[in-house]
């Protein structure tokens, strides 16, 4: 169980089951209740750019022990988008599994299991504001195709921007979706700014061989 607070918030409790998934979320209008999944924890006020790992995973905190109390929550929304919010954990109990007798090792190693196959489901499953529109230009979608299929042919330069690419579109989602309440260091339109001015119009095909200066 995680206890975390947001600021002007009251205190939220998160239970979770295997892998960080979440269980339960109460008081039940904590913005919170949109996480689906832990995935870790991370200093407060550092920034994530993009889809930075947490700098401490759930599994450090929960099977490892380590303290987490003063960091910042970094979870999954039920549509699997990465959110660093500012919740910052007071307390985390773990029940190790060791301490239980093999009967219950048994029977969690299969809801382990069958968690997993439920989150599955239910991520692929319908979300609320999935028929929300997105706010994209032909512009932007193209480019965006560019880049992927520039990547996709082995342009190393391009697939090195899939991740800026993927940040976009995420953080365009979220904004465009009422249902999720979460704020970004940088809006879309200022990712895209930063990506399409930085970013040259990818050339069609596999990577081209670059001539020879000195020759």
Same mark, same amino acid.
Do not use: C
């Given at each position: 169980m995680?206890? !975390?607070?947001?600021? /002007?918030?009251?205190?939220t ?8 998934? $979440? /269980?339960?979320? !109460?008081?039940?209008?904590s913005? #919170?209740?949109?996480?689906? /999944?832990i995935?870790?924890?991370n200093?407060v006020?550092t920034e994530?750019f993009?889809f930075? =790992?947490?700098? $401490?995973?759930?599994f450090?905190a *929960? @099977?490892?022990? %380590?303290?987490?109390?003063g ?5 999954r929304a039920?549509?699997?988008?990465p959110? +660093?919010?500012?919740?910052v954990v ?5 029940? =190790?599994?060791?301490?239980?007798? *093999?009967? &219950?090792?048994?029977? #969690?190693?299969?809801? %382990?299991i069958d968690s997993?196959?439920q989150y ?8 609320p504001g ?7 230009t032909? %512009? ?9 299929d &520039?990547? +996709? ?6 697939? /090195?921007?899939?991740?800026? $690419? *993927?940040?976009? #579109?995420t953080? !365009? ?7 999720i309440?979460? +704020?970004?260091? %940088?809006?879309?339109? @200022?990712?895209?700014? @930063?990506?399409?001015?930085s970013?040259?119009w ?6 081209r061989?670059q ?5």
């Open positions: 995680i206890e !975390a607070q947001l600021p /002007d918030h009251p205190v409790l998160i239970v979770i089951s295997a892998y960080g998934l $979440v /269980d339960h979320v !109460a008081p039940f209008d913005p #919170l209740k949109i996480a689906h /999944d995935d870790g924890f200093d006020g994530g993009p930075d =790992p947490p700098t $401490v995973p759930i450090e *929960t @099977e490892g022990g %380590r303290d987490v109390s960091m910042e929550l970094q979870f039920s549509a699997s988008t959110i +660093r919010s500012s919740a007071l307390n985390i109990t773990y029940v =190790p599994d060791f301490t239980m007798p *093999t009967a &219950a090792e048994e029977s #969690l190693a299969q809801a %382990r997993m196959e599955q489901k239910s991520t692929d499953g319908p979300q999935d028929d929300v529109p997105v706010a994209v032909v %512009r932007q979608v193209q480019k965006i195709a560019a880049i992927i &520039a990547a +996709r042919q082995g342009q190393a330069a391009y697939a /090195d921007l899939l991740d800026k $690419v *993927t940040w976009f #579109l953080v !365009a989602a979220l904004e465009a979706n009422p249902h309440d979460a +704020r970004h260091s %940088r809006s879309a339109a @200022e990712l895209w700014a @930063e990506l399409d001015v970013v040259p990818p050339l069609h095909g596999p990577p061989s001539p020879d200066i000195d020759s």
